[in-house]
């Protein structure tokens, strides 16, 4: 699995980090998120999984 984090869609609405907390984190000045790491496991890909379902801004993209 692949992830891709596409910075300039993100409107900071922080349902990555709440999905996946081992994968995204926000910036403190603006709440745009970050892509801390690639998933490493099952548990942590499924979790990333629901992070691109679930972004409003359609900013994370999840190649298998």
Do not use: W
């Amino acid at each position: 699995m692949k992830v891709v984090l596409d910075q300039d869609k993100c409107i900071g609405s922080g349902q990555c980090v709440l999905s996946a907390p081992e994968v995204f984190d926000q910036r403190d000045d603006d709440g745009i998120a970050v892509l801390l790491a690639q998933p490493a496991d099952a548990g942590t890909e499924e979790g990333t999984r629901e992070a691109a379902r679930i972004c409003p801004a359609l900013a994370i993209t999840v190649a298998e």
